[in-house]
């Protein structure tokens, strides 16, 4: 297969094509119908002379944005490719394209999603992990990057009350698991989002499974009727692959906010990535890249649409890291940013007052000074918990020294 559909909400809008003979101009290139009139990115504009984009290396960013990493592309190697010879990206994509996170679909949709009843797994309480079965089980119907392992699945719970809006061509949640690398991952990133809605970040709807094995979250990119909302990572923004997501500056992100969010929202959008900053120092979150961060939008032909995608994907990485860093530079360093840093950053970078910035670090602070009482409620249930919870109150003094006046 050397092209595929690119659909718009289903709608075609163009074809991904790999080049087959004149590699000259690059290994891929995408090519809009000539009747469309509705980018695919908020980086690759309609040309009004009908140009194609070429790409030199790897797939364009937005095709290459949700492409599975870790376990779950393991898992999709080891089923194709005995049967796709020279197994690929461009094939990878021709499988999980058709279910991923924002507004594209790729290929064909004619096969129904497989459900799950999220009832049964949020209180199962057998002894065998369930992990790898689901991984295999739901794999290509999942189309969202991330080494840790996850899937996209429709909550079967809710098929009758939500027909009208979830067609079997939509999933509804993200499904997140850990191994024996990352133990306890689940609960080490609710305890982490949790603490982000306490400090007035927006967050999806989160729920942990009885056995801490499953984190449920909400898909943030469907809007109230159903339809995909456009999302593009900082990533495919800033014109990078995903291999590329540590090689940015969170100064550079405060650029692409006020590039691309508009005067109503601007304000608050850098106040809330700032905060999301001083999140990450504060619970030691070393994998704050470009990827964890995006937009959203309705319409890409409409500025006024775009806005800052709620925050995800938080966790502490020291526990399981110990000399972890900063994900993106700062200042010109990955060092983990003091107050006096962060102050100068926010007032620099976010249009922050003093004032501000500091209300924003104190508000951190109070926070996880909040969340002592939620993080015991975990103590007592499994050893691996247990010893979660020790480490993440280890990281979270070290995190909260750093933002101390000194």
């Not at 002379?49 to 492409?67: A, C, K, R, T, V």
């Not at 004619?110 to 797994?121: R, T, V």
Request: with cysteine.
């Amino acid at each position: 297969m050397n092209s595929l559909a690119v659909n718009v909400n289903n709608t075609l809008t163009g074809y991904l094509v790999r080049s087959e003979f004149d590699l000259s101009l690059g290994e891929y290139f995408f090519r809009y119908q000539q009747d469309s009139s509705i980018p695919i990115s908020i980086t690759m504009p309609v040309k009004p002379n009908g140009e194609d984009y070429y790409w030199s290396q790897g797939l364009p960013p937005i095709f290459d944005m949700n492409l599975p990493e870790g376990a779950l592309r393991q898992a999709l190697i080891t089923r194709f490719s005995k049967t796709i010879a020279g197994f690929d990206d461009f094939d990878l994509l021709s499988i999980v394209g058709q279910s991923q996170i924002g507004r594209l679909n790729i290929g064909d949709r004619s096969q129904p999603q497989n459900d799950l009843s999220f009832s049964e797994l949020l209180h199962y309480d057998g002894s065998e992990s369930l992990l790898s079965y689901l991984v295999t089980r739901y794999a290509e119907q999942s189309g969202i990057s991330g080494v840790q392992p996850k899937i996209l699945v429709r909550n079967s719970d809710h098929l009758n009350e939500s027909a009208d809006h979830f067609s079997y061509k939509n999933t509804t949640h993200i499904i997140k698991g850990w191994g024996n690398d990352f133990p306890e991952l689940a609960l080490n990133e609710f305890l982490c989002m949790s603490l982000a809605e306490k400090v007035g970040l927006p967050v999806p709807e989160l729920t942990l499974s009885d056995n801490g094995q499953f984190l449920f979250v909400a898909r943030f990119d469907i809007d109230p009727t159903g339809q995909f909302l456009g999302f593009e990572d900082f990533c495919v923004l800033a014109g990078r692959q995903s291999k590329q997501k540590y090689d940015g500056t969170f100064e550079g992100c405060t650029k692409i906010i006020k590039t691309l969010i508009p005067a109503p929202l601007r304000s608050e959008s850098l106040k809330h990535f700032f905060t999301s900053l001083v999140l990450s120092v504060a619970v030691q979150n070393g994998d704050a890249h470009l990827k964890n961060f995006g937009l959203l939008y309705d319409d890409p032909l409409n500025i006024n649409s775009y806005r800052l995608a709620p925050c995800f994907d938080v966790v502490s990485t020291t526990p399981y890291i110990a000399d972890d860093t900063m994900a993106l530079l700062l200042a010109g360093t990955k060092r983990w940013a003091n107050r006096a840093v962060l102050q100068a950053f926010g007032e620099k970078h976010c249009d922050l007052s003093a004032r501000s910035a500091n209300e924003v670090i104190e508000c951190v602070l109070d926070a996880m000074m909040d969340m002592q009482q939620t993080c015991a409620m975990y103590l007592g249930r499994r050893q691996q918990a247990d010893q979660l919870v020790q480490k993440l109150e280890e990281s979270w003094h070290k995190g909260a020294a750093i933002l101390q006046r000194h």
